[in-house]
């Protein structure tokens, strides 16, 4: 998809104005700035990357279609958020998926790597470095489902509470008990790894 400089500049409210005018542009430019985030999300519910691609699109479509709706109470990113766990949840009502995966390659893992001092000097400090990601992602993959949702939208995409509920569905209440609980299984089985 290719950048128009004429949007890039543009607020994500500027541009959804523009996109409820027929501009074309204005959404593409939208989907490119928020795509990735989407995509994550999809994955985080689905556990696998191709079904996260077609519930990430299907999601930016529905979007499209429903664009006139957006009253811009909640930001943009929260309400696309929204539609695509609606998306994700349907996908994987139609396909009875009873087990989820997390995070398959370890460049999504950076966030907890940074947070991890690693002493080790040269080449093995990158091995080292790897087989913490792989000990993070399979902690988190065995996580309940919702724990591991409320847990990623937090801790990796830096979601509030209140953002969390909203794109979920649920109480605050339910969004911080659920992480409370997701912390305390993640500590407990990181420093039983370790």
Known sequence: MAIDPGYAAESDEALVASAKLGHDGAFNELVRRHKEKMLRLAWVWTGNAEDGKDVSQEA???AYQGLKKFDGRAKFSTWLSAITANAARDHLRKRRLKRFLLWR????????????PDNSPG?????SRGELAGQIQKIIAVLPEKQRVFFVLRFMDGHSLHEIAEMTGVAEGTVKAGLHFAVK????AFEKSS
């Open 60 to 62: 930016f479509v529905k």
């Open 123 to 127: 080449p093995e400090r990158g091995a």
């Open 105 to 116: 390659e370890v460049r999504d893992m950076d966030f907890f790597l940074e947070s991890v």
């Open 185 to 188: 299984k993640f500590k407990a």
